[in-house]
Each structure stands twice: as C-alpha cells, then as structure tokens.
DNA sequence: TTTAGCACTCTTTTTTGTCGTCTGCTAATT
DNA sequence: AATTAGCAGACGACAAAAAAGAGTGCTAAA
C-alpha cells in the first residue's frame, strides 16, 4: 500500500513529532537516514500521504502532524522495539526486586515503575473478579458482634473485610459458617458469593437470615470493589499539550472518575497489550488521549491490569518495551521465589 | 478598632470577593445593606481600611481584594454561621445514614460530602498513631507459611496485614503469638510495636528471630501507613482561578505529595477546627490556597482529620457550617446505634 | 461628614503591521 | 519519469499602537 519512502517519511514524522509536539516540516526530516533528498520530494510523499490520510496540517501552510490512521499505521507496522536503556534496565530490576507480601502491591510497584520511566500517568487495577477462584475461606471472631472474613483465591490475592452484627455470636457458630461456607464455595469463582447463596442458605440449610445476610452483602462488596490506583498524575502536565487549559481539565476529570478508568481497563480482553488511540477509546473523555492496556500475569495467573495514558503522541515504543520488560521480569522472579504459587506441572 | 461602618465594608468586600472573585468596587458594594451612602464615602473607608492593611488593590486604579489580614478578620470577627440550607442539610443527612462496617470508611463518607456540597478539594486521614490504644491483636493462619495480623484498636478501628514466612508455622505457633502479643500489647499505644518488641521477644523470651521479624515489620508498616484519601479534585479547576496554569499546576502538585497532605493534617492540634489562610500555611505550595481542617470525632475518639483545600477566597462560612453541621450529626447518630464503641458512663 | 463631579491611571480588547515558516506549484534538471 | 530549485502565497506568532472601560483619588460644594 505506502511505498518504502512513504513509510519512511510518515515514520520520521511521528517519531519527530513525539519528540518535540510541533508539526513537522518538509525540511526538518530531509536527510534523516532514508530521507537523503530535497525538501520539495518530501513535500510531494506528504502531499500524498495527506491525501490518503496519514498526516494532516494544522493550517494551511504549516507542517504536519500524524492523524491517528497514522499513528496506528506507526504502531502496527513500523513500530520498533527495545527503546529500553541498560540504566532504565537496571532500575527496572531494583524496583522489582522489593518484597511483596500481598500480590496485590506487585501491580501497584509495576504501575509507578512504568510511570516512572515512561513519565506518563498509569493507572492500575486487581484482576477481574470472574476468573478468581476461591480457595479457601476463613472467619475469624475478633468481638462478640464483629467477625472479619477472609477469602484467599488461586490467584494468590487475599480479600479481608469486617461484618458487623446486631446480636452476639458464639465460635461454635462461626466453626460452622467456616465449614459451611468453604464446603460450598471452594473451587468456585468469588462472583457466586451473592443473593442466591445467601437464599440458598437461609431457606434450604435454615441459618438465620440475620446472620446470613451481614455477611454476604458484606463478602459481596468487598469482591466486587475495584481498587483503581493512580500513579503520576503531575507528570503529563509537563507536556506542552498541557498548556491547553482545556486539555488539562479534561484529564484532571477523567483522573477523578474512578469507575471509568476502571471500565477501561476491564475491556479489551483479547491481547494481553491493547493500544488505543484517541477516538479508538470507548470514552469520549480520552478522545484527546491515547491508552496502553497491560493485562499484567504470572504464569497463567492473572494479577491485574495496567493502564498508561499520555497524549496521542505518546512513545509508543518506549511504552511497549517497558512492558515487556516488567512482564518478562516478573515471570522469571516469581517462577522461583513464590511459595504460595501453586506449583504447576 | 475598626468602626462598625468599616467592618461592614470589609466584610461586604470579602463576601462579594468570594462570590466573584473580581476586584470589588466602591459602586458594587453601596447601598448593601447598612452600607446605604454614596460610593464616594464606601471610597473613603476603603482607603483606610487598605491603609490598615485589610484590602488591597491588584493595580493603580483597580477595585479592592481582601489581603491576608482581611480574610484573617473576616474568618474571627465577622464570619457569620448557618449558611446552610435545608436541602443541603437533608443532602448531608442522608449520606451519614449509609451503614459502614469500619469505622475509617465514615471519615471517607464525610470527607466526600464536605467536598460535593461545598465544591472544594477535600483530603482526609485517619487517626494519628500515638493516640491509639491496642484494644486486641489475633494473628490467623491463613496457609502454612502466610499469617494474618489483625489489630483491633480502641476507637474502633481496624488494622489488618498479612505475613509471609519463610518456613511452615504452627497453630501451636500461632497460640503463643495471640497469647504473648496480647499479654504484652493489650492497652498499649500501637506505637510499642516496633524495634524495641522484637529485640525484647527474641533476646529475652528468646523466640526464633525466623518468626518474630517479619511479624514486627509488617505490623509495624501497616500501623505508620497513613492512608490519604482525596475527593473532588476536579471542582477546584472549575474556579476562575484555576485559569492561571500556573496555579493549575502548582495543584495538581499538590496533590500527588500524599506525605505533604498527611502533614498538613497532623499538624495544627489545638482546636478541632483550624484555618490557614495563604501564608499562613506551613507548606509552601500551599501559599496561594486555604486550608479548613476538621477533626473528626466521636465522643472522645479521634477519628482522623478531614482538610478542605480551596482559593483564599472560599466561602468560610459554608465551610465551617458544613463541618459543625456533620460532625454534630455524627455524634447524634453514633450516640445510639454503634454497638461496638464501649459504653462511657 | 457626606457627596457630586471630574481628571487621571491602568487594564482589557481591538487593530494594525511585521516577520518568519512552510507549503504548493512551476519550470528546469537529471 | 522522477527529482529539485525557486518563488509566491498563506498563515501564525508577536509586538506595537489605539480605543474603550472601569475605578480611583481629590476637590469643592452641600
């Protein structure tokens, strides 16, 4: 479709324009290598690529800027890897190597090394709640009405929440409800904690619905809660499409709106790296925005997904390699050191 | 000090300040109530007052702003309550209703609805440590090698943690801990939990060291960890000062030094109610914004603090009837229905 | 003591002009 | 047929100048 020299010239005009956010002329990427021609040449292949809707200007006579047809034809087709330096390589492995003991924090150190490296804002999340199974239970009597519950889940994550009652419970009770609740609920994925159970429970097997119901309506919202978790916000502001009032309140109210990030990360399920840029995104709030997605797992444990969001002119290559690199990394940490990953054969 | 007719000029530059955060004019202000004179007398009084040092003006020949001081004299002298309307009273009412399993999660209900009703950045925390008395600790084995810490404390709060070991662990273990733990914490400030502990229960109850130091450091984290919560940081772009970028970004700083907020509520104890006004502020990045904070109890129980952050301008009046208006309605409320707090008599 | 009136100051907005950049096109060159 | 040099034209960015408007301080009168 676009020929060796177009690809070229469209490359050299995103990559330019990434690095320094102002329309790229004729001039400013004559004689880059594969470039070595006059400046009128390259105005002809921009007329054309104009034409066919790669890049556009943003007057009449100014240079040009990809649209996003060309930056997703950069991101599909001429993208290259490893843009990761041995500094950036090495502080990478340092961050990760802090111990953990709750998963949970592996996602949020993942996320605020990205953000760091990357100087973009990432945002973070748990795994999604209907691949999780239960595998194992556990209440413990911490006062006579107050009882806290623990699921732990194959995915090594622990959810801990506190149920309050209006009347006193005995540890013979609770001794049932944990052999009770563990019985019926081992093996199977968190979600079927809900109503039905809670029916289930009272009609069938007879416990009272007093204290039935506490628990499940408590057990419930703690599984379903997302914990969206932002790191560097402050970052993007530096950029000069931030000089823009406009655009900078835009982000500041998506930032704020938790459950949209939240839906964000949950879609998109195919790869384990989704790119979606500007109007690709599903909400009109990121039209401005492109979003890099990171389904983050260990073996074939799923662990939560990543979010980086930058402009449209984000370093897609950088962004990528890091990724990958945090992948790969955490993978060949956690295949040894883990000991409550289950052992797979 | 100042007449009677000069406190009605500032306060009506204030509040008129406040409103529209425009320069106030000696024609915008005549024939206020109490102010009914021409414009040339209200010029007058403003030349005084802003040779006193309560207003100023942003240029030669511009209408006055109140200074530092006149927000300082408005706030003590002049400040007048109640400015709360029914509706908004319902509005709050209604949120206090939502029935919370820990006790932290009210603190983060209150901080939400301070900044939905009065469209300022809310910041809130809970408890400071010191202040906190270890009522209960259960340590739970949860799988061979990972433990759960729960610390229960004396204003009802809850902590808990999860510990990884190195190596299996037994119930009989477990016991000892839940035992030796309780013997020596119960009543104590959450702050005993620390060096000192683990040195005493290694070297003189001499316990494997294998066991004792990943219990001291996890529960030691979690009880410093201060968790900083914010709500409503998209209002404040909404004011006309939010079009400075300068002042954007300046917040935007701000808020992502969670540590810096943390200080700003821990410091300033004498009153359950303080206000910083520009300069007044310890931080430096916070010299061009008020700040209220609130803190938040129940009976004689420290409960965290809340801090609203707005323009120098912000309506003080709301601010503080918001604040009164929740923390009496919280007391109303949890007078009766807390079955856990522990009966005073 | 208060007020009407006016000159003066300063900001804000609009207008005008200049400069520099980059394009598209044409005609010449390879 | 592809490339290139050269140039006219378009337009943004910036600065200076001009006009409009808002508010003050002061003076003199009520």
Do not use: W
């Not at 292949?45 to 034809?73: C, D, N, Q, W």
């Not at 079927?192 to 309506?217: F, G, Q, R």
């Amino acid at each position: 479709m676009l020929d060796e020299r177009k690809k070229r010239v469209l490359q050299a005009i995103v990559e330019e324009y990434i690095k320094t956010a102002e329309p790229v002329s004729s001039n400013a990427i004559m004689n880059l290598e594969g470039l070595e021609c006059s400046s009128a040449t390259i105005r002809n292949e921009m007329a054309e690529l104009e034409k066919m809707g790669y890049i556009e200007k943003t007057h009449i006579s100014s240079g040009r800027v990809p649209s996003e047809k060309g930056y997703r034809f950069y991101v599909d087709e001429l993208l290259e890897d490893d843009k990761i330096t041995v500094d950036e390589i090495e502080y990478i492995s340092d961050k990760l190597e802090t111990k953990v003991n709750e998963l949970e924090d592996l996602t949020q150190i993942a996320s605020s090394t990205i953000s760091e490296i990357t100087h973009y804002t990432t945002v973070s999340i748990g795994p999604n709640t209907d691949v999780q199974l239960i595998e194992n239970i556990k209440f413990v009597l911490l006062s006579p009405r107050m009882m806290m519950a623990v699921i732990l889940t194959d995915n090594g994550l622990v959810k801990e929440t506190i149920i309050k009652f209006d009347e006193d419970i005995t540890e013979n009770q609770v001794n049932t409800l944990n052999y009770m609740f563990n019985n019926k609920l081992k093996g199977e994925p968190i979600t079927k904690i809900d109503k039905p159970l809670e029916k289930y429970l009272v009609d069938e097997m007879k416990y009272s619905v007093n204290l039935i119901k506490p628990i499940i309506v408590q057990m419930k919202k703690v599984v379903e809660e997302e914990k969206v978790h932002l790191e560097g916000t402050k970052q993007l502001f530096e950029l000069p499409e931030f000089n823009s009032l406009e655009v900078a309140k835009n982000f500041v109210n998506i930032l704020d709106e938790k459950e949209l990030m939240a839906d964000m990360l949950n879609n998109g399920y195919a790869k384990d790296i989704n790119i979606y840029i500007g109007e690709e995104n599903e909400k009109e709030e990121l039209k401005d925005f492109s979003v890099v997605t990171f389904k983050h797992r260990i073996g074939n444990k799923d662990l939560g997904t990543i979010g980086i969001i930058g402009p449209k002119r984000m370093d897609y290559s950088k962004v990528i390699s890091v990724m990958k690199y945090i992948s790969k990394k955490l993978n060949d940490n956690l295949g040894d050191n883990s000991d409550d990953s289950k052992e797979e054969k």
